[in-house]
Antibody
Framework: QVHLVESGGGLVKPGGSLRLSCAAS????????MNWIRQAPGKGLEWVSY????????YYADSVKGRFTVSRDNAKNSLYLQVNSLRVEDTAVYYC??????????????WGQGTTVTVSS | QSALTQPASVSGSPGQSITISCTGN?????????VSWYQQYPGKAPKFMIY???KRPSGVSNRFSGSKSGNTASLTISGLQAEDEANYYC???????????FGGGTKLTVL
């Protein structure tokens, strides 16, 4: 069964860091672009970053560029998001999401349950 | 770049049809036939409903359909059912720099 499971969220002070992880199962992980999408409390969805199956192509939203780093370990079927210099406005549920048909632009067909990041002093 | 524009809310009665619009510009919706739609229940992860403007993934009801005209994409739900009450989000590819843009979301109420 295809599955994405995020972990690593928590409560952190402004300026702090976290490493979010996503464990994939049930499909050939290295064949797929993977995305991080976030949703602030009571707000809409916001694309954060995507990474190609090889890990060589990476893009970030302007709102996180220079502070967040996406990576993947295909041997471990895992996706990561290192989030640094956190701000109150980064508070959100962070979803790990698979690109449909392996690409980032057709849509996103498989979503994890999300991990919550709360930035507060 | 700004988010795509969706109405905050729409409503309809069971059996009726409703349409949710998603307006972008020449750099996103207008440039690519790469609009997707997602359904989200409160507290749950979004569900993939439509891709490439009008295609349905396997398992999605044919009551859901998508279209596009110029810079505006639309999601139509026909034969409204109580279970369709949810939030709906559009998303468009916007080129390699901006990458992906979401709409602000539309809350559908089934009266």
């Amino acid at each position: 069964q295809v599955h994405l499971v995020e972990s690593g969220g928590g409560l952190v002070k402004p300026g702090g860091s976290l490493r979010l992880s996503c464990a994939a199962s049930g499909f050939t992980f290295s064949d797929y672009y993977m995305n991080w999408i976030r949703q602030a409390p009571g707000k809409g969805l916001e694309w954060v970053s995507y990474i190609s199956g090889s890990g060589f192509i990476i893009y970030y939203a302007d709102s996180v560029k220079g502070r967040f780093t996406v990576s993947r370990d295909n041997a471990k079927n895992s996706l990561y998001l290192q989030v640094n210099s956190l701000r109150v406005e980064d508070t959100a549920v962070y979803y790990c999401v698979r690109g449909y048909n392996g690409e980032p632009y057709y849509g996103m067909d498989l979503w994890g349950q999300g991990t919550t990041v709360t930035v507060s002093s | 770049q700004s988010a795509l524009t969706q109405p905050a809310s729409v409503s309809g009665s069971p059996g009726q049809s409703i349409t949710i619009s998603c307006t972008g510009n020449d750099s996103d919706v207008g440039s690519y036939n790469l609009v997707s739609w997602y359904q989200q229940y409160p507290g749950k992860a979004p569900k993939f409903m439509i891709y490439e403007v009008s295609k349905r993934p396997s398992g999605v009801s044919n009551r859901f359909s998508g279209s596009k005209s110029g810079n505006t994409a639309s999601l139509t739900i026909s034969g409204l059912q109580a279970e369709d009450e949810a939030n709906y989000y559009c998303c468009s590819y916007a080129g390699t720099i901006t990458s992906l843009l979401f709409g602000g979301g539309t809350k559908l109420t089934v009266l």
